[in-house]
């Protein structure tokens, strides 16, 4: 059941990003909003999640990519970026320099199908600098952790954030370097030109 049910709302996520950008415009403001009220947080999210007894909302990307589209649930936001911070790599750093390029290959594919729905979802909802903030923290206790910390820090722009940069403290390097990473190259929603 679980499998038809994730089947069907990929084809949902499908459908409905392909039509994202019309979605947006005046012209269809009425459809937007009975989407936005059919698969509401509510009523469609939080019923699935459960239906489908999953305890990782990264387990579940289907979820987060339908979620996206609709307007950001802070609390949903804070359980995804929660997950992200929290989510264990199978290879630390020295573990992956020196590991074959197929384990590699594998372990990046891990991290890019478990964390891309999950950060990108975060950046539709312009929420990336929660994000940031989490891989800022995280870099400063690598710094700290290999004798770094002279004092120069990089300063880069400021905005309002909606966690504070310390909810990224125990974010594992690589995941912190891959997040960084996403943002930079895909620059979902313009997530790139908003942190630079």
Known sequence: EDHLLLG???GIAALWSSVAGSLKTSRYKSARKQMEETFSFESFIKPVLAACDYDSKLAVPQVLEIAAQLPCDSHFRDEVL???????????LPGLSSAAPAAQASELERLSQSLGPAVHCLC???C????????????QVVDENFGGGSGAKTKRKKTTRGK????GAGMH????????QFVLANNPNGARDRIL
Do not use: G
Not at 128 to 139: I, N, T
């Open 8 to 10: 069907a709302m990929q």
């Open 82 to 92: 929660a997950e992200i911070v929290n989510f264990a790599p199978d290879l630390n």
């Open 124 to 126: 539709l909802w312009q």
């Open 128 to 139: 990336e600098d929660a994000l940031v903030d989490a891989v800022e923290a995280a870099m």
């Open 164 to 167: 504070k940069a310390a909810s």
């Open 173 to 180: 390097p690589i995941v912190a370097l891959w997040c960084l």
